[in-house]
């Protein structure tokens, strides 16, 4: 089974803190992809990841950035948090760039519900 | 712009009876359609997907749902529903460069 882990359930931070939240896969997939997720608005992406290093931009990515040094990890990062980014944050991954098929499934982590006070 | 648009908020069922949630999508060429579901506190499950063939998809736990290209949707539905899918429900469309498109949920109660 694909598992997809997110290093905290729960996070709380302050205003103004530097927050890390990460996400690793054990499948070698290509892509990962880090979503929030707020009530009555469903996911959003954030931004993706199709290879190491490689990092592109999704619908909001205002406010945070990412880091893919290796295959399996895939960090969020909030230079300075602000309670606007209080919400549910969600990891997925996925095998095939593009095309078509069965690969295209995301398998999602648990989630990492951050308070930002 | 590509989109999917959950209409119902909130649906409240009794156990037992049947369910429908919901589904249209906008996206200029061929879909893959997906529904995924969401229990209290967990990340996302998928219950099924549809990428070609026979427009009538059968997923996990008894759901399954039925793709119409007339009319850009893809409802999902359970003939006898149980308290334990109670849950949020999310259908999605892959877009290009494998992303997802996301509607807003639908939260089903199940009252006894």
């Known amino acids: 089974d694909v598992k997809v882990t997110q290093s905290s359930r729960y996070l709380v931070k302050r205003t103004g803190e530097k927050v890390f939240l990460e996400c690793v896969q054990d499948?070698?997939?290509?892509?990962m992809f880090w979503y929030r997720q707020d009530p009555g608005l469903g996911l959003r992406l954030i931004y993706f990841?199709?290879?190491?290093?490689?990092?592109e931009k999704g619908d909001i990515p205002e406010g945070y950035s990412v880091s893919r040094e290796k295959k399996e990890r895939f960090s969020l990062i909030l230079e300075s948090a602000s309670t606007n980014q209080t919400s549910m944050y969600l990891c997925a991954s996925t095998h095939v760039r593009g095309g078509g098929g069965e690969d295209n499934e995301q398998f999602f982590g648990p989630g990492t519900r951050l308070t930002v006070l | 712009a590509q989109s999917v648009t959950q209409p119902d908020i909130h649906i409240t069922v009794s156990e037992g009876a049947s369910l429908e949630l919901r589904c249209n999508y906008s996206?200029?060429?061929?879909?893959?359609l997906f529904w995924y579901v969401q229990s209290p506190g967990q990340g996302l499950q998928l219950l099924l997907k549809y990428f070609s063939g026979d427009t009538l998809v059968q997923g996990i736990k008894g759901f399954e749902a039925e793709f119409k290209r007339s009319q850009s949707s893809f409802n999902l539905r359970k003939p006898s529903v149980h308290w334990s899918d109670a849950a949020e429900y999310f259908c999605a469309v892959l877009i290009y460069g494998n992303k997802l498109v996301f509607g807003a949920g639908t939260i089903l109660r199940v009252k006894s």
């Open positions: 996206y200029g060429a061929t879909p893959y």
């Open positions: 990841s199709y290879d190491v290093k490689m990092k």
């Open positions: 499948m070698d997939h290509e892509n």
